[in-house]
C-alpha cells in the first residue's frame, strides 16, 4: 500500500516543509504530489522534496501546461531531472 499527500502544505512556508517532508516518510508516507492552484508553482515543491526524501515517489497533478509554451515546460521539467537525486 502506497500513502501519498499533496505539497505544499496550505500555511506553511515552502522553507519550512524540510522538516515535516521527512517526519513524513518516518511515518510511513511514500509519494508527494504537487499542484499548481495558489501560492507555489507545481514543480519547486517536488524539486526541494527530491533533495530532502530521495526514496519519494513524486508526481505533479495540476499544471496549467496553456500557460506555458512547450519550451518553457520542457525547460521547468528539465531543470527538476538534473537536481532530482538519482535513484
Do not use: C, K, N
Not at 31 to 40: F, I, K, N, R, Y
Not at 68 to 82: D, F, I, N, Q, T
Amino acid at each position: 500500500m502506497r500513502w501519498g499527500l499533496t505539497v505544499p502544505l496550505t500555511g506553511i512556508p515552502l522553507r519550512d516543509h524540510r522538516s515535516l517532508i521527512s517526519e513524513l516518510f518516518e511515518l510511513g508516507y511514500t509519494d508527494l504530489w504537487s499542484a499548481e492552484v495558489a501560492g507555489a508553482d507545481a514543480f519547486t515543491p517536488l524539486v526541494l522534496a527530491s533533495q530532502w526524501a530521495p526514496s519519494a515517489r513524486l508526481g505533479v497533478a495540476i499544471v496549467p501546461a496553456y500557460t506555458r509554451g512547450p519550451g518553457l515546460m520542457a525547460m521547468s521539467v528539465a531543470a527538476m531531472a538534473e537536481t532530482a537525486v538519482a535513484g
